[in-house]
């Protein structure tokens, strides 16, 4: 569950939407009412949308498996960058390589001639190669890490992604519901909540308040990572209660059997 408050989110600007002739109908639910021309979101759907968007991704980290954050704006890319290496998760926030969900095999070949041209300038390869050919090699590793290097450690396609502005992403919103890869995002007035799994309406343009959600869906991702943990430990502790307990039944069954060895050993002696 998201600890964010009412005064939070109203502090950070999230409940200011779009204008009145840029809206989406389909946001009607969500809008509390209409201001000087710009309509005004509900906080209390956006704290119980939020609650929601929490709750699942807080269950796909226990489980284990990779959220994909995604924000290509200006104003979030730095705040997703920031928040999201603290979890280890995987995020895009240079442009979204068309195909990468859709096609995910090529991304992974991409990715791993990055890793092949480490090997190279580790290996001492890199430096039996000509000026232009380093100059060249190092150029295009550049652009690799630019653009995949935040997701160099995503093996398999990832279980969900968060998503910062449907409109803008709205090539990674198309390659994630025609796999039915679960979508969790911000969902400004002027887009379709429809399109998304787990909708969180807010403000998508204000850096506070992309911030506030970011930080409170990361925030859910610890929860599940730190019970993911601690279950580990619980498994771990009990396999080794259950080895030991096994040790000591079979000792158990060993100590009769020499018991009456020693016993025919002393009638056959008389």
């Not at 580790?122 to 630019?146: A, M, P, V, W, Y």
Request: charged share 30%.
């Amino acid at each position: 569950m998201s600890k964010v408050t009412f005064e939070q989110l109203l502090e950070a600007g999230v409940h200011f939407g779009h204008l009145r002739r840029k809206w989406n109908p389909a946001m009607a639910p969500y809008i509390f009412m209409e201001k000087n021309g710009i309509h005004i979101i509900d906080l209390y759907k956006t704290m119980a949308k939020l609650d929601e968007a929490c709750n699942a991704a807080r269950q796909i980290a226990k489980s284990g498996r990779k959220i994909l954050f995604v924000a290509t704006k200006k104003q979030a890319k730095d705040i997703v960058a920031d928040k999201v290496k603290a979890i280890n998760m995987p995020y895009v926030t240079e442009r979204w390589p068309g195909g990468m969900l859709t096609n995910f095999p090529t991304i992974r070949k991409a990715i791993k001639k990055m890793t092949t041209i480490d090997q190279m300038l580790n290996d001492g390869t890199f430096d039996n190669l000509s000026k232009r050919e380093r100059l060249q090699i190092h150029r295009k590793r550049q652009k690799l890490e630019k653009n995949l290097g935040s997701i160099a450690d995503l093996n398999r396609l990832p279980a969900a992604l968060f998503i910062v502005d449907i409109s803008k992403e709205h090539i990674a919103v198309r390659e994630a519901r025609r796999l039915g890869i679960p979508i969790i995002a911000m969902v400004d007035t002027n887009s379709d909540p429809n399109l998304v799994d787990f909708p969180i309406p807010a403000n998508d343009d204000a850096s506070n308040s992309i911030a506030i959600i970011v930080g409170t869906i990361v925030d859910a991702i610890k929860e599940g990572l730190e019970e993911r943990k601690v279950e580990k430990e619980n498994t771990s502790q009990e396999s080794e209660q259950k080895t030991e307990s096994e040790q000591t039944q079979t000792e158990n069954k060993e100590k009769p059997v020499a018991k009456k060895t020693a016993a025919r050993k002393t009638k056959k002696e008389i």
